[in-house]
């Protein structure tokens, strides 16, 4: 596309979607709750102050009948044949403070010292998330993450041949890790100490279980083989190299 004619935008990436985004829509929405509250004074007579949006309608506090509906204000304000002009929302946010995330991992695994094949047996990824906003999702965001950083602990890896061509440039030739190759059991335990800058407390989620996964996976492999691994991927044959060559 051509970037000229279109807003400039961030990539989805850099554990920031949420942690970004989610001011904006906060400010978005405040904004659009103002507009609701003005009609909605207009039309009972009453001063905003004296409003509260209540399962889904605006009505006076104290006094439960006398409200408008969130559907009779969405018709109020129809753009054509509308009484009131369209309520929306606008927000925007600038990030001016970061929320860093904390992370520790627990790798339970399985090194066959003479094929040097590592079966992961179990990992554990602890979290501190600020909040979970959506619990369910952050646990698969987690999951994905753990997933990635196995395939980095162990599998994958660009290659070049003596001529410099990259001979894993496919998805047949590149060494994705397979549904058997990963940790059958994962467990994520998930804290919340809430950012002062995130939406609701929310701090970034995605990376920071990639990162870690790595070195766990090392040090477990360490731990049972004494073998002290710094190259990645931990392939199976730099396993048995390691193990030859006494790199503990």
């Not at 949006?53 to 969130?70: A, H, M, R, T, Y």
């Not at 044949?81 to 990030?95: E, F, N, S, T």
């Not at 909040?131 to 980095?152: C, D, K, S, W, Y």
């Amino acid at each position: 596309g051509d970037t000229s004619t279109a807003a400039y935008g961030g990539a989805t990436g850099g554990s920031k979607i949420t942690y970004m985004m989610g001011p904006s829509v906060m400010k978005a929405a405040q904004e659009a709750k103002r507009q609701a509250l003005e009609i909605v004074a207009e039309e009972l007579e009453a001063a905003i102050e004296d409003l509260e949006v209540v399962e889904g309608k605006v009505q006076v506090k104290g006094v439960p009948d006398k409200s408008v509906s969130l559907d009779n204000i969405a018709g109020m304000t129809m753009r054509f044949g509308g009484k009131y002009p369209p309520v929306a929302g606008y927000g925007r946010y600038a990030q001016t403070n970061r929320a860093p995330g904390f992370c520790a991992q627990i790798v339970v695994l399985d090194v066959d010292e003479e094929t040097g094949v590592v079966t992961v047996e179990k990992l554990v990824a602890i979290q501190d998330v600020g909040r979970a906003i959506n619990p369910m999702v952050v646990e698969g965001q987690i999951h994905g993450g753990t997933m990635q950083g196995l395939g980095f602990a162990l599998h994958e890896q660009i290659v070049h041949d003596s001529t410099g061509q990259n001979v894993t440039g496919s998805w047949l030739d590149y060494n994705f890790p397979q549904f058997d190759q990963v940790a059958q059991d994962i467990e994520v335990v998930l804290v919340e100490i809430p950012s002062d800058h995130g939406p609701y407390g929310a701090r970034g989620i995605g990376e920071p279980p990639i990162i870690a996964t790595p070195a766990a996976v090392a040090n477990a492999i360490c731990d049972q083989t004494g073998a002290r691994l710094t190259d990645l991927p931990m392939t199976p044959p730099r396993i048995v190299a390691g193990l030859a060559n006494g790199a503990g």
